[in-house]
């Protein structure tokens, strides 16, 4: 499975831009870059996805490099309720999913914290 | 909405007895999945389901049994031969490869 690796902990200021950063280096051409958010006590929830080009949506942004080994997820104003751990993940695309390499591999992620 | 409905959120067992956690979805999706998650650990996949009426066993299986008798549905059995069961259950739905997953809410298991 190609790899992920994030910082362990981040912190920002509410109201101010968080960018965090996600290193992909064997990343294949066909996998899509997830990014998923887990706040405390409760599952993880979709943020944002991308393959090349940079996406926006109304949670995040999402930066991808040129050459695809490093993304990272942009929240424009950090808020106390974006306090969460956030996970970068790697998805292969086309075609029907299969057996255990239909799993999702969660790391630890970066917990993101906000202070006023 | 769809979504993916966990229950029950917290559950505690004495040691010896078996569990079920219930999951059910109302997103249509085929493929269903159950996860384990331990303090500051990530994800770590049990059991998953692709298609009613057949499912695989995950990583860490031991201890556990899973049934799909209909396509809503996908319950997880914590046995007593699961050494360590406490811990935080994930159940997810997702469908194609490049698509959305969706998540419960989870189950914290506590067995005292």
């Known amino acids: 499975d190609a790899k992920t690796t994030q910082p362990n902990s981040m912190e920002s200021n509410e109201e101010e831009p968080v960018h965090l950063p996600c290193n992909h280096s064997t990343i294949s051409g ?43 997820l942009i929240l424009h104003r950090a808020t106390l309720r974006d306090a969460a751990v956030y996970y970068c993940i790697l998805r292969p695309a086309g075609g029907a999913i299969t057996g255990t390499a239909s799993k999702l591999t969660f790391g630890t992620g970066t917990r993101l914290q906000v202070t006023l | 909405d769809g979504g993916i409905t966990q229950s029950p959120k917290y559950l505690f067992r004495k040691e010896g007895q078996n569990v079920t956690l219930s999951c059910e979805q109302n997103l249509n999706h085929d493929a269903m999945y159950w996860y384990r998650q331990d303090p500051g650990q990530g994800l770590r996949l049990i059991y998953y389901s692709q298609i009613v009426n057949d499912f695989q066993k995950g990583d860490i299986a031991e201890g556990y049994s899973v049934s799909r008798e209909k396509k809503e549905s996908f319950p997880l059995t914590v046995t007593s031969a699961q050494k360590n069961p406490t811990a935080f259950y994930l159940c997810a739905s997702y469908e194609g490869w490049g698509t959305e997953a969706f998540f419960g809410q989870g189950t914290r298991l506590t067995v005292v």
């Open chain 1, 30 to 72: 066909t996998d899509y870059i997830h990014w998923y958010r887990q706040l405390p006590s409760q599952g993880p929830e979709y943020v944002i996805h991308g393959l090349t080009s940079n996406v926006n949506n109304r949670m995040a942004s999402l930066a991808i490099a040129e050459d695809r080994k490093s993304s990272t």
